[in-house]
Nanobody
């Protein structure tokens, strides 16, 4: 796993959480990063993405409540989640597309995408 997601937890409706996704190795190229989520019994869905140039794409269901941002996309991204609702409950996964990174042996690896391990967000009513 080349991406480490963190920041999930249990929060009451109306509360906030900030998720972080950081590379666990050195990335020399990342075209875009994003957050996806999967609720029980549902398919994984896009939440938000951001490119290295800062262009964002936010799902309609979270627009105005969630913000994706980064200082340096090769160092990771954040998802600020405000005004959380019970329907936001899901496992949140971070994703990076069109990447090049060094593996633990020091060799460069190119991949179309990489996924983090997921972090649980639970919003109680």
């Amino acid at each position: 796993v080349q991406l480490q997601a963190s920041g999930g937890g249990l929060v009451q409706a109306g509360g906030s959480l900030r998720l972080s996704c950081a590379p666990s190795t050195t990335f020399v190229r990342i075209d875009s990063m994003g957050w996806y989520r999967q609720a029980p019994g549902k398919e994984r869905e896009l939440v938000a993405t951001i490119t290295g140039a800062g262009t964002t794409n936010i799902a309609e269901s979270v627009k105005g409540r969630f913000t994706i941002f980064t200082d340096n996309i090769k160092k990771g991204v954040y998802l600020q989640m405000n005004s959380l609702r019970p329907e936001d409950t899901a496992v949140y996964y971070c994703n990076a597309e069109n990447v090049v990174y060094y593996n633990y042996g020091g060799a460069p690896v190119a991949a179309r995408e990489e996924w983090g391990q997921g972090t649980q967000v639970t919003v109680s009513s």
